[in-house]
C-alpha cells in the first residue's frame, strides 16, 4: 500500500486529473490542503477528491475561500481569486471544506498544510525547518504552501540538511533521522518547473518518491482567461514560479 499525497491544487482541473491518471488502483490519497483558490475549477477539483476518499486537511485558501478568514494577509491577485472563488463555490464543496481539520496524524507520519508550529507559516530554511521539528515528535511530517517541492532532514545529532526536488526524485528515510517534505504544488508550482508537482510515500519500504507530472497548461489558461481572473495567473503557470 502506498500514499499518494497532493498539495495546493487550487483549482486546477488539469492537472489534478493529469496527477489522478499517474496513479495506480490501490494508491491512498491524501490532500495537504488549498484544493480552492486562484484556479477556475474548484468545485470540480473538490468533487475528484471527494470521490476518491480523500482524507484532507485545510489550506489558508480554502479557510478564506469559506469564511473569508486571513485575506487581509493575500496579495492583491490572490484575493481577487479569492473574491470569485466565494462567489462560485457549491453547497458540497463548502459543506466539505468547514468538515476539514488543520492537522491529520496518519501512521507515522503528520500532515499539515504550512508548518506544524503555526498551520499557515511558511518553512523556507534550516531554521524555520527547525522550529517546526520542535514543535511536533512526528518523525515524518507532510506540508505544501509555498509550492517548491523540497526536504529537510533532522539527523539523530541535531543537524539539519536540505535537498530540493525540483525535478521530483526519492528520498530513503534513515532510521534515526527526522523528515520534513514539501511535496511541492499540483496546480501551480512555483519552483521554476511548471508540470505537477505531488509525492508517493510507502511506509513498509520507508521511502518518500516525489514526482513531476506534464498537463495542458494551455487550456487552464483559455479557462482563466474566459472566467476573467486576474492575468497574472495565467502567465505564472508557464512560468512555474
Ligand atoms: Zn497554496
Redesign the pocket.
Given at each position: 500500500m502506498r500514499y499518494a499525497i497532493l498539495s495546493?491544487i487550487?483549482g486546477n482541473l488539469e492537472a489534478l486529473e493529469a496527477v489522478l491518471a499517474s496513479l495506480s488502483p490501490g494508491d491512498q490519497l491524501l490532500c495537504l490542503g488549498?484544493v480552492v483558490g486562484y484556479g477556475p475549477n474548484p468545485n470540480e477539483c473538490a468533487q475528484l477528491l471527494r470521490e476518491r476518499d480523500v482524507r484532507c486537511v485545510l489550506?489558508n485558501?480554502d479557510v478564506a475561500a469559506i469564511d473569508n478568514f486571513g485575506v487581509e494577509y493575500f496579495n492583491p491577485i490572490a484575493r481577487q481569486a479569492i473574491v470569485w472563488t466565494q462567489d462560485v463555490i457549491d453547497p458540497p464543496t463548502r459543506d466539505w471544506l468547514g468538515s476539514l481539520d488543520y492537522e491529520l496524524h496518519v501512521e507515522d507520519f503528520l500532515m499539515v498544510h504550512g508548518s506544524p508550529e503555526r498551520y499557515f507559516e511558511y518553512i523556507l530554511d534550516d531554521a524555520a525547518a527547525g522550529r517546526a521539528f520542535a514543535a511536533t515528535d512526528a518523525p515524518l511530517i507532510f506540508i505544501?504552501?509555498s509550492?517548491i517541492a523540497e526536504y529537510y532532514q533532522q539527523r539523530p545529532d541535531g543537524r539539519i540538511a536540505h535537498g530540493a526536488l525540483t525535478q521530483g526524485g526519492e528520498v530513503a528515510l534513515l532510521p534515526g533521522h527526522r523528515y520534513i517534505v514539501n511535496v511541492g504544488?499540483v496546480g501551480q508550482p512555483r519552483d521554476f518547473n511548471p508540470a505537477a508537482s505531488f509525492g508517493f510515500y510507502d511506509p513498509e519500504q520507508r521511502v518518500v518518491n516525489v514526482v513531476r507530472v506534464p498537463y495542458e497548461i494551455e487550456r487552464v489558461q483559455r479557462k482563466i482567461h474566459a472566467c476573467r481572473l486576474p492575468e497574472q495567473l495565467a502567465q505564472r503557470l508557464t512560468l512555474g514560479r
Amino acid at each position: 500500500m502506498r500514499y499518494a499525497i497532493l498539495s495546493d491544487i487550487h483549482g486546477n482541473l488539469e492537472a489534478l486529473e493529469a496527477v489522478l491518471a499517474s496513479l495506480s488502483p490501490g494508491d491512498q490519497l491524501l490532500c495537504l490542503g488549498d484544493v480552492v483558490g486562484y484556479g477556475p475549477n474548484p468545485n470540480e477539483c473538490a468533487q475528484l477528491l471527494r470521490e476518491r476518499d480523500v482524507r484532507c486537511v485545510l489550506g489558508n485558501h480554502d479557510v478564506a475561500a469559506i469564511d473569508n478568514f486571513g485575506v487581509e494577509y493575500f496579495n492583491p491577485i490572490a484575493r481577487q481569486a479569492i473574491v470569485w472563488t466565494q462567489d462560485v463555490i457549491d453547497p458540497p464543496t463548502r459543506d466539505w471544506l468547514g468538515s476539514l481539520d488543520y492537522e491529520l496524524h496518519v501512521e507515522d507520519f503528520l500532515m499539515v498544510h504550512g508548518s506544524p508550529e503555526r498551520y499557515f507559516e511558511y518553512i523556507l530554511d534550516d531554521a524555520a525547518a527547525g522550529r517546526a521539528f520542535a514543535a511536533t515528535d512526528a518523525p515524518l511530517i507532510f506540508i505544501g504552501h509555498s509550492h517548491i517541492a523540497e526536504y529537510y532532514q533532522q539527523r539523530p545529532d541535531g543537524r539539519i540538511a536540505h535537498g530540493a526536488l525540483t525535478q521530483g526524485g526519492e528520498v530513503a528515510l534513515l532510521p534515526g533521522h527526522r523528515y520534513i517534505v514539501n511535496v511541492g504544488s499540483v496546480g501551480q508550482p512555483r519552483d521554476f518547473n511548471p508540470a505537477a508537482s505531488f509525492g508517493f510515500y510507502d511506509p513498509e519500504q520507508r521511502v518518500v518518491n516525489v514526482v513531476r507530472v506534464p498537463y495542458e497548461i494551455e487550456r487552464v489558461q483559455r479557462k482563466i482567461h474566459a472566467c476573467r481572473l486576474p492575468e497574472q495567473l495565467a502567465q505564472r503557470l508557464t512560468l512555474g514560479r
